[in-house]
Nanobody
């Protein structure tokens, strides 16, 4: 089992910045990738950004490229999503997820372990 705990989040105005962090514990070797997903009310959960162990690389959804940055500590147990230049459409519940994923846009079915989620609200 991999246990994921999110922190950070909150409310911010459009154009502002915020970060969310994910702390992983347990059998972290059960995964090679940690990703952030988000879900807005009435919409499907979507992969926002992902990072792979061993320096394989990172992936971002097109709508956040150039505004969001995902980073991982050397031990691979903490992942931070730095979010800048917020837009109102970035509002949603943000979830940290871990799993064995092929390199590419993060897909829901590739992630077996999930955090509880944390709210990010962007006001215009």
């Amino acid at each position: 089992q991999v246990h994921l705990v999110e922190s950070g989040g909150g409310s911010v105005q459009a154009g502002g910045s915020l970060s969310v962090s994910c702390a992983a514990s347990g059998h972290t070797y059960y995964s090679n990738c940690i990703a952030w997903f988000r879900q807005a009310p009435g919409r499907e959960r979507e992969g926002v950004a992902a990072t792979w162990a061993g320096g394989v690389g990172t992936q971002y959804i097109d709508s956040v490229k150039g505004r969001f940055t995902i980073s991982q500590d050397n031990a691979g147990n903490a992942v931070t999503l730095q979010m800048d230049s917020f837009k109102p459409e970035d509002t949603g519940m943000y979830y940290c997820a871990a799993g064995f994923a092929t390199y590419g846009p993060p897909r829901l079915d590739q992630f077996q372990y999930w955090g509880q989620g944390i709210q990010v609200t962007v006001s215009s």
